[in-house]
């Protein structure tokens, strides 16, 4: 069953069955009783299949997977950290996960207190004021973050701000959310060395400025060291400081964003908080605010007065952003990973994440191009091959690691470099498993000299061999139906 | 490497402007395109659009990114290049051949801002 490749209509017979009912609960109910809009006129066209065939099938399709529990996963900016599985555990508790979101505060104070303390735990980490834990991932708090800063200046009658600064290296997340919020995008330059380039960014400010968004250490893995200077004069003109908090994981416990000036952040809890993610989600992205933009914050909001825990909106909310309070299950998670870590141990995520990436960097430098020398934090990027002579691309760089059993690094971002591969290995990994890593890389670079067209035809012996993106771009197959054998 | 065509007009951020009388042509180089990988859409802008120096009109999709089309020059559109709609790919069958879109010049004196072909080529290497 290695090249299973199936799908489950396609072992589909007519009238086998893998089930059976139970009595009807419901006495004499029949369908004729419903509207003759609401009945389907042709039965549901489902597979039918027996009980073995559908746990072979999973079996079988599970085992294409690939997981941070398959293999090493360096895919750069999305912080493929393992998750302990004691955050499952903890997730699983029937006290947790048979509660309803419209029961009554009383009897949910547990999971009100959750909520609270996981929040206060991450304005404790973040060094700001007060957290929404409602936004549902990354970009939805980029949303989330940038309704705060319109709010905020609508707040004082300041109309006229409709501007965001963002920097070229930014995520691609960082204009669109700005665009879906309404406000107009101004790219500002980096220098050569990667950073923002502050003489550049002066002329920018002026009082139709909402704000800037900036991530920190940035999409290169370089720490922007002239936050105070680039703080002091956003703030100078009347804009506020966004901070995105996809690359938080090397800070953690050891500097704050709101001690730099921030005044508003999100925190992907799937990527820095280890919960589980890919595929789709669910994620979580909690927004946090200083002091000054805390009433605008979204509702439902969990507050504590004395030792009950209460649910309340707020007059100056900017409204609701979610269902409810999120996905909930991603936050018990990320609560039980800060607990276990606690304070003192949380300061060596960022450290071993730094130390990782710095020795896959300096491991590879001499056959792949270094744009940025020096110290990175939790990744770095590659501008491709060192020798690009062979005509072999980060394309095939990437497809022929499949075929070394390694997801392949994030590859052509960020924008700045043609060639990008961006590698974050993360703290979790141990220097065996770097070690494999670096001679894979090694092994592709020297293949791509002594015979580049076996790497440009790679993959070799993964399940689909090199697929034509071209096609599948312009003429994508979204039914089975509409696939032609 | 990438050909670079002698009488063209070209910015910095690799589109070229083809000059005849009141009119221009602008479309992307053949650096470009090959920097790009395989074209799989073009967002072509509508007739009658205004156009500014250096401020983008539409963008180019491949496999790899998104990229913004820059406009090298101002102007309003008098026609677009409908064939990129079905066919993106002629961008990477032939870049210099297929324009993007047509546009009267308002301003030639803006032309002093682009490179012509040599100062182009030597960005490119």
Not at chain 1, 10 to 29: A, T
Not at chain 1, 87 to 99: H, I, Y
Not at chain 1, 362 to 380: M, T
Not at chain 1, 410 to 435: A, G, N, R, V, W
Request: aromatic share 8%; proline share 6%.
């Amino acid at each position: 069953m290695k090249y299973y490749n199936k799908l489950i209509f396609e072992i589909s017979k007519p009238g086998r069955v893998g089930y059976s009912l139970p009595q009807s609960d419901f006495g004499n109910y029949s369908l004729a009783d419903l509207p003759q809009t609401l009945r389907r006129e042709t039965p549901a066209e489902l597979p039918e299949v027996s009980e073995l065939d559908v746990v072979r099938h999973y079996t079988n399709v599970s085992n294409k997977n690939f997981g941070v529990e398959t293999g090493f996963y360096p895919l750069g900016s999305c912080t493929m950290k393992y998750n302990p599985k004691i955050n499952e555990e903890m997730a699983a508790m029937p006290a947790f996960t048979t509660l309803h979101p419209r029961q009554s505060e009383e009897s949910v104070q547990g999971a009100l207190r959750l909520y609270y303390e996981l929040a206060q735990a991450l304005a404790e980490i973040s060094g700001l004021a007060e957290f929404t834990l409602n936004p549902f991932a990354g970009a939805h708090g980029e949303l989330t973050g940038l309704m705060l800063m319109r709010q905020y200046h609508i707040k004082r009658g300041d109309l006229k701000r409709t501007k965001v600064i963002v920097p070229d290296s930014a995520h691609g997340t960082n204009p669109a959310s700005a665009a879906v919020c309404g406000l107009e995008i101004v790219e500002v330059p980096s220098t050569p060395e990667g950073t923002i380039d502050v003489a550049k960014l002066e002329p920018l400010l002026d009082d139709t400025i909402a704000g800037i968004m900036m991530t920190n250490p940035n999409t290169l893995g370089i720490f922007e060291k002239e936050i105070p200077q680039i703080a002091k004069l956003v703030h100078g003109c009347g804009g506020l400081l966004y901070y995105d908090g996809a690359n938080l994981n090397p800070l953690l416990g050891r500097c704050r964003p709101g001690d730099m000036g921030f005044d508003i952040m999100h925190i992907n809890l799937h990527k820095t908080f280890s919960t589980p993610h890919g595929g789709g989600g669910p994620g979580s992205g909690p927004v946090g605010v200083a002091a000054a933009l805390v009433d605008y914050l979204p509702r439902p909001r969990v507050v504590k007065h004395g030792d009950r825990y209460a649910v309340e909106g707020g007059a100056d909310s900017l409204g609701s952003v979610s269902g409810f309070f999120g996905n909930f299950g991603v936050m018990m998670r990320a609560y039980a990973y800060i607990l276990s870590l606690g304070k003192e141990q949380i300061k060596h995520v960022g450290e071993l994440a730094t130390l990782n990436a710095n020795y896959v960097k300096e491991s590879l430098k001499d056959c792949y191009y270094l744009p940025i020398e020096g110290i990175c934090k939790h990744e770095f990027v590659f501008d491709g091959l060192l020798d690009k002579s062979t005509g072999v691309t980060t394309l095939d760089v990437a497809k022929r690691l499949l075929d070394y059993g390694y997801h392949a690094p994030t590859i052509y971002f960020p924008l700045l470099f043609h060639q990008s591969i961006m590698i974050e290995p993360t703290e979790t990994e141990s220097k065996e498993t770097l070690d494999e890593f670096i001679e894979a890389m090694r092994t592709v670079a020297r293949e791509a000299i002594d015979d580049p067209e076996m790497v440009k035809s790679a993959p070799h012996v993964t399940p689909v061999r090199r697929l034509d993106e071209t096609t599948a771009a312009k003429n994508p197959i979204l039914r089975f139906k509409d696939l032609n054998y | 490497m990438s050909t670079v065509l002698d009488g063209l007009y070209y910015s910095e951020s690799h589109e070229w402007l083809k000059v005849e009388g009141e009119f221009g042509y602008i479309g992307i180089t053949d650096y470009a395109q090959h920097q790009l990988g395989s074209v799989v859409y073009v967002d072509l802008p509508e007739v009658d659009d205004e156009l500014n120096q250096g401020e983008e009109f539409g963008a180019v999709e491949s496999v790899k990114a998104a990229s913004d089309l820059l406009s090298p020059i101002s102007g309003t559109v008098v026609e677009i290049n409908e064939a990129l709609e079905d066919k993106p790919e002629l961008l990477n069958e032939d870049a210099f051949n297929n324009w993007i879109c047509k546009v009267t010049i308002s301003d030639p004196e803006e032309l002093k801002n682009l490179m012509d072909a040599e100062a182009y080529k030597a960005i490119c290497e």
